[in-house]
């Protein structure tokens, strides 16, 4: 387990002043930063950049080496932020996330050593290889920006933002999430393979030095929760709200589902669709909005029937089923 900030100590901090750089330039940095590092997956990108203005967490789903864990290194070092890095391991203990009450000889008394949650960015790496009870330890934190150890309740910094992986085909050693953690995630994505021409630009861009080594910080923490407040500020029309809502309620009138998507997947999607119209500098949200989110903000949040399931039925064809069936609005 590690707590510590990971990104370009040595490198004087670039904050934007948000004084003399609009919102749109802030976000024009921060693609060009991730850009460099993880290229041809502008889509995995925007999806990052869209829970990060909507104030939400994001989980990493996929397959070994396709770069997880970089893809956070770099939004982390992008933002003149705390980071902390934290190992999922099946000794991992809540203390190790949250931290503890420690004793003081100095004066024979308690107090608070805060753990690694204590951070802007926090990267969850693995986070099915924890114990339940250990996973459990985030739900406070994710859902209310808070911890509370031994009746004391400490704030988290402002923004809070977890990035989880997990890599789906490594089976042995790990525990599923439960729905109570995955509905805390404001979305789910992959990033796949690169292409065969993208990969061979990788392995050029890797001959002399790494591209996250090259990465400066291009907002600081003030910068990004005034983003976060504008994206609150873009417009939602009453038809928008009611056909995010029928398209949740369809989940929920599903037989073939255990567990329709909550309240939590109604309101993330809204915020989502703010973001992703704050990203493409409108003030207000469209109904291709909600509907180019709508798998990767409801589909982890649904249960499938186990018959179904066994037929090969998923949460994301639920939701690909609701988006058909509902008629867009004018």
Do not use: W
């Not at 950049?49 to 396709?66: N, W």
């Not at 398209?247 to 073939?256: F, L, N």
């Amino acid at each position: 387990m590690s707590g510590n900030k990971e990104h370009c100590e040595n490198e004087p901090a670039d904050g934007v002043d948000l004084k003399k750089l609009d919102g749109q330039a802030a976000v024009v940095a921060l693609r060009r930063n991730l850009s460099s590092v993880i290229r041809g997956k502008e889509e995995s990108l925007d999806m990052l950049l869209t829970a990060l203005m909507a104030e939400g967490h994001v989980l990493i789903e996929d397959v070994p080496g396709t770069g997880k864990t970089t893809l956070a290194k770099a939004l982390a070092a992008s933002l003149d932020a705390k980071f902390s890095r934290i190992q999922f391991t099946p000794d991992l203990l809540p203390t190790d996330i949250l931290g503890g009450m420690v004793y003081r000889a100095s004066d024979g008394d308690f107090t608070f050593r805060p753990g690694p949650v204590f951070a802007h960015i926090v990267l969850a790496d693995e986070i099915n290889r924890a114990s339940p009870r250990t996973q459990s330890a985030l739900l406070e934190a994710m859902a209310e920006r808070q911890v509370s150890i031994e009746g004391v309740t400490s704030r988290l910094p402002h923004p809070f933002m977890v990035m989880a992986t997990q890599n789906p085909v490594e089976y042995n050693g790990t525990y599923p999430l439960p729905e109570a953690q995955l509905d805390r995630f404001c979305l789910r994505m992959s990033l796949g393979y690169p292409q065969q021409g993208r990969e061979v630009e990788i392995l050029q861009s890797h001959a002399t030095v790494k591209p996250l080594d090259t990465i400066h910080p291009v907002l600081n923490a003030e910068g990004l929760a005034e983003l976060q407040r504008r994206v609150r500020m873009v417009g939602v029309e009453q038809s928008v709200l009611e056909y995010i809502v029928h398209i949740v309620a369809r989940t929920r009138g599903d037989s073939r589902l255990r567990l329709g998507a909550s309240l939590r997947g109604s309101l993330d999607l809204r915020r989502c669709a703010q973001a992703r119209a704050f990203l493409d500098g409108r003030d207000h949200v469209r109904p291709d909005d909600v509907q180019a989110l709508a798998v990767a903000v409801l589909a982890h949040r649904i249960s499938v029937d186990a018959k179904a399931r066994h037929s090969g039925f998923t949460g994301t064809a639920a939701v690909q089923d609701a988006l058909r069936a509902e008629a867009v609005p004018g």
